[in-house]
C-alpha cells in the first residue's frame, strides 16, 4: 500500500525519483520473491520478506491484503509506464494469490495463503485483526476499475473480464463491449461502438504465458516448449498486430459495430523454479491461462501427496460444470507412490489424478494439497 500511495505521488508530482524506485522495488519483489500464485511475503514473523528466492510452500505467509495490494500497486505501475507486464503480476495475484483468499461461499477468509498442506488448514469465519475480509471485499467490489484504460487517443484492454464501458476518445464518446469464457479459455470478443467514426489505437494485452513467459523476470520458466500463438482478427479478417509493451497494437478508423476478436492458446504447461528456489528443486507447478493448480485430497485420495509429474506427462483440460462452482481441472495418468497395507513396501502405479484451480482448494473440508509437484523420485516425503 505504501508503493501505491508512493506511485500516486510520483504521478502527481510528475516527480521521476519516485518512479525509478518503485521499479527497482518492483524488480526486487517480483523477479526474486513471488510466488507463482502472485502471493508475496515468505514470512510471516515479520510479515514480509527474509533473503532473496527464499519461498517455502508449506509455510508461506503470502498474507491475503499483500496479494490485493499487489493488485493495487501493479495497476498504478501500469498506468505511470504503459507496459503491460505490470497487469500480467495484476492478473496472476488476481486470479490466484487475492482469490484464493475468500472461499467460494464468499464468507470464509484465508489469512496467509501457503502452497502445500498436509491438512488442518481452513478459511476462518472472521479474525481479531480482520484486515483480509474488508480488503478481499473492497477488491472483489473494484474488479471493474482493472479491465479497461484510456489516454486521450487509445484505449487499453488489460483484463479479459465480461463487461461494458463507456469511454471518451479525442472527445468523442466510444462504448466498448467485451464478451468471454475467459480463464476456461482464451476467446475474447470485444465490440466497439463510437458515436462517430474515430480514429484511436486500440491495445489489447497479450499476457506473457501466452508468449512462453510465465512470470516477468527469470526465476520461473515452462519447462515444456510451445510453438502455439494468439491470434487477432478484426471484422472476420487476420490483422498482422505489431507488439507494443505487451499490447497488440490496431490503430485504424473505427466504426460502430467493429468486432476484434482475440484467441489466446491454452494448453496445459509445466512450470519450473530455477535452482536458487531451493523448495522447488526437481519439481514442477502446473498453469493453464493465467490460473495456477494443484492437487487436493477429495479428488485424488490418501495419495495426494505421492504424485509425480515426469517430463513426458501429458494432461488435458476438462470442464466440470458441478465442481467447485464450475471450474477446468486437469487430469491425466500420472506414477502415483503407494504404501503396502502392512507399510513395509513402496510400489509406483499409474493412476489417474485430477488437478483443480489454486484458489478452489480448502472448499471441501480440511485435508493435504500442493502446488508444486515432483518430476522424478528422488527426495520424496511417502504418505500412507
Same mark, same amino acid.
Given at each position: ?37 502472485? /502471493?508475496?511475503g ?7 520478506f ?31 509506464? /504503459? ?36 491438512? /488442518? ?21 473494484s ?16 483484463l479479459?473480464?465480461?463487461?461494458s ?25 470485444i ?52 507488439l ?109 489424478v ?23 523420485i528422488?527426495?520424496?516425503r511417502?504418505?500412507?
Open positions: 500500500y505504501l508503493y501505491t500511495g508512493a506511485a500516486d505521488v510520483g504521478a502527481a508530482r510528475n516527480d521521476n525519483g519516485y518512479m525509478d524506485a518503485m521499479k527497482a522495488v518492483w524488480e526486487d519483489v517480483v523477479f526474486r520473491n513471488m510466488y507463482i500464485t502472485g /502471493g508475496i515468505s514470512s510471516g514473523s515479520n510479515e514480509g527474509t533473503v532473496d528466492y527464499d519461498l517455502p510452500n508449506e509455510k508461506a505467509y503470502c498474507e491475503t491484503c499483500a496479494s490485493v495490494g499487489m493488485v493495487f500497486w501493479n495497476q498504478r505501475m501500469n498506468l505511470l509506464s /504503459g507496459e503491460a507486464k505490470y497487469m500480467d503480476v495484476l492478473e496472476r495475484s488476481l486470479y490466484n494469490g487475492a482469490l484464493d483468499g475468500l472461499s467460494l461461499s464468499g464468507d470464509r477468509f484465508f489469512y496467509g495463503n501457503p502452497l502445500a498442506s498436509n491438512g /488442518g488448514y481452513s478459511r476462518s469465519e472472521w479474525f481479531g485483526c480482520a484486515c483480509c475480509p474488508s480488503n478481499i471485499a473492497r477488491l472483489v467490489e474488479v471493474g476499475n482493472y479491465i479497461y484504460a484510456r489516454t486521450y487517443d487509445a484505449v487499453y484492454v488489460n479479459f473480464i465480461g463487461s464501458a463507456d469511454l471518451s476518445l479525442r472527445n468523442k464518446k466510444v462504448k466498448i463491449a467485451l464478451s468471454t469464457n475467459y480463464p476456461w479459455d482464451g476467446e475474447v470478443q465490440t466497439l461502438t463510437p458515436e462517430k467514426q474515430t480514429r484511436f489505437g486500440l491495445y489489447v494485452r497479450i499476457p506473457g504465458w501466452a508468449q512462453n513467459q510465465p512470470v516477468p523476470g527469470d526465476t520461473y520458466l515452462f519447462a515444456d516448449p510451445d510453438t502455439s500463438t494468439f491470434s487477432i482478427w478484426v471484422n472476420g479478417t487476420a490483422e498482422n498486430c505489431k507494443v509493451n505487451g499490447y497488440a497494437v490496431i490503430d485504424r478508423n473505427w466504426k460502430k459495430g467493429d468486432v476484434v476478436r482475440l484467441s489466446l492458446p491454452m494448453p496445459v504447461r509445466k512450470v519450473m523454479a530455477i535452482e536458487k528456489v531451493k523448495e522447488n528443486h526437481n519439481c514442477v507447478a502446473l498453469q493453464r491461462g493465467p490460473l495456477v493448480y494443484c492437487f487436493e485430497h477429495p479428488d485424488n485420495g490418501a495419495q495426494n501427496m505421492n504424485i509425480i509429474l515426469p517430463d513426458q506427462v501429458t494432461l488435458t483440460a476438462q470442464f466440470e460444470p458441478e465442481l467447485l462452482n464450475g471450474v477446468v481441472v486437469l487430469k491425466g495418468n500420472v506414477p502415483v507412490l503407494t504404501v503396502s497395507a502392512d507399510k513395509l513396501k513402496v510400489t509406483t502405479e499409474i493412476k489417474p485430477t488437478a483443480i484451480p489454486y484458489y478452489t482448494w480448502a472448499n471441501r473440508g480440511e485435508g493435504p494439497m500442493k502446488v508444486w509437484v515432483p518430476r522424478q528422488e527426495d520424496v511417502i504418505v500412507p
